[in-house]
């Protein structure tokens, strides 16, 4: 390998390896953190304030000692702390969310703590090749340009590569061991004129390479009950049995639970969705906005043999878990898009008589999917008695369910609220429709539960229609100019964790 050939590549590598780091991060923290405005802030300021202390450290270095082993030495230690984000990150990570709540602030210092030390190493290289390529001073600031373009050509070759190519296709552990790996053979390209005088720094290098190799190799680790993890450009999704029950984990939190004896919904709040019948008793086309595990429709189609489904999800990891792991079965009355929800909205002209989104859940919620333009494009596509339907994990004492309560009575004429009994969930309902009084609603519930068999039957959902008792002019509207979602979710969090 000729010394420029080796030059160039501890360059551009290094470069790649810290955009790489980057676009891991989101994948380490997310389970903990949710992958909010919060989460992608942290990581930013991390990795800048990384790039800002590494420059000016490395510049300092290379005056002091300007040789390319040395460099070496800075590479391999930055393949140490990689070697301890492979061997222990998630377990820190969780451990930090426990401990900070996992707050804003939390969300900070395990960003710094996991990824702020290799990328600090790691921008190191730049200042320091500089130093080292300079020869005339005539000619520095071409010399410059050229380094820092190349460190930046990795940079871009890094963020593709990981973002396209492993995520995509590859676990996290596999991923991880990989970037230490390619870490560990660029430090050793480094330190490959002073092998001699540089023993310990090769010998550590050569140690993270067989780490890497091994560990590349090594299923990841599993808790008890896990059947399957899986990271996607999207989420960490793993499938989990207990006791005849499989349960759908995305980020930590719950999406979905069946019973293998007849597919039918743990979770209550799936029960609750029949309520539509209430207001609609017609419904024949429905379309779902996130798939989950595919109870919602399931439920609803074991009892409406006619109906047909259309879900809609942006992550293809989610249909293929629900189709081995949770029963879910497209067929000819049921098909899936993998899109984003207002995208495909946007870009359809079908109509549907419910349309149903239960994408409100979890750490992170996809603010575009809240606003009021957005319910314009779903009333677009409401049939003339269409309803809307969306399920609020937190019920309406949280301040985002307030916001999103809010945001629907805005844009529909009538808007119902459902309290799932014995769970902290609400579902809305809301359409154009004439509004149907209480009275009403027993009636149509006890003809439906007549030849519907559903748990619980809709005579008991119909007593647990309610009434809200604040101001929805008291919360947020949110729009596609001013949608706080973080914001209100983390409020939320943090008086739930008050006890307030």
């Known amino acids: 390998m000729s010394e420029r050939f080796r030059f160039s590549w501890v360059v551009a590598v290094s470069g790649a390896v810290l955009m790489a780091l980057e676009i891991l991060s989101s994948r380490v923290l997310a389970p903990h953190f949710g992958n909010s405005v919060y989460v992608w802030g942290s990581i930013i300021s991390v990795f800048l304030a990384a790039l800002s202390l590494g420059y000016l450290w490395g510049g300092r270095l290379a005056d002091r000692d300007p040789r390319m082993a040395s460099l070496g030495r800075l590479i391999a230690l930055a393949g140490v702390f990689e070697a301890l984000l492979l061997l222990g990150g998630g377990r820190l990570a969780a451990l930090l969310g426990a401990w900070t709540a996992n707050s804003p602030a939390g969300t900070l210092l395990a960003a710094t703590v996991l990824f702020g030390p290799a990328s600090l190493l790691l921008a190191t290289v730049s200042p320091y090749a500089v130093r080292l390529a300079a020869r005339d001073l005539g000619r520095l600031g071409n010399t410059a340009g050229r380094l820092y373009a190349l460190s930046t050509l990795g940079s871009l070759a890094g963020t593709l590569g990981c973002t396209f190519l492993l995520i995509p296709f590859l676990g996290l552990t596999q991923i991880l061991a990989l970037v230490l790996g390619v870490t560990a053979v660029t430090a050793l390209s480094a330190l490959a004129d002073g092998f001699r005088a540089q023993k310990a720094a090769t010998l550590l290098a050569a ?143 079908e109509s549907w008589d419910f349309i149903y989104c239960d994408t409100y859940i979890g750490l992170s919620v996809p603010f575009h999917l809240t606003t009021v333009q957005f319910l314009e494009e779903v009333r677009r596509h409401l049939t003339p008695h269409g309803v809307f339907g969306l399920n609020l994990a937190a019920g309406l004492a949280d301040p985002f369910s307030r916001a999103m309560y809010r945001t629907v009575r805005d844009r529909f004429a009538t808007t119902y609220v459902i309290d799932v009994r014995g769970a902290s969930n609400v579902l809305i309902l809301a359409t154009d429709d004439a509004s149907v009084d209480q009275e009403d609603l027993g009636e149509r519930a006890q003809k439906l539960d007549r030849r519907l068999r559903f748990d619980p039957p809709l005579a008991r959902i119909a007593r647990d229609f309610a009434e809200t008792s604040f101001d929805p002019q008291t919360a947020e509207l949110l729009t596609d100019e001013f949608a706080p979602v973080d914001r209100l979710i983390q409020l939320g969090r943090e008086a739930r964790a008050a006890g307030r």
């Open 207 to 349: 140690l993270l390479l067989v780490l890497a190799l091994s560990s590349g190799w090594l299923p990841a680790r599993r808790e008890r009950g896990v059947l399957y993890q899986r990271v996607s450009p999207y989420q960490s999704l793993e499938v989990r049995e207990s006791e005849g029950v499989r349960t759908l984990v995305s980020d930590r939190v719950t999406q979905a639970s069946v019973r293998l004896a007849d597919g039918e919904p743990v979770l209550l709040y799936p029960r609750y969705v029949p309520a539509v019948l209430l207001v609609n008793p017609q419904i024949s086309r429905m379309l779902g906005l996130g798939l989950g595990g595919g109870s919602v429709g399931s439920y609803l189609a074991r009892r409406l043999p006619g109906l047909a489904i259309h879900y809609v999800d942006i992550d293809p990891a989610v249909p293929e878990i629900a189709r081995r792991f949770l029963g879910f079965h497209p067929g000819k009355n049921t098909r899936v898009t993998i899109a984003d929800g207002r995208g495909f909205l946007h870009g359809t002209r």
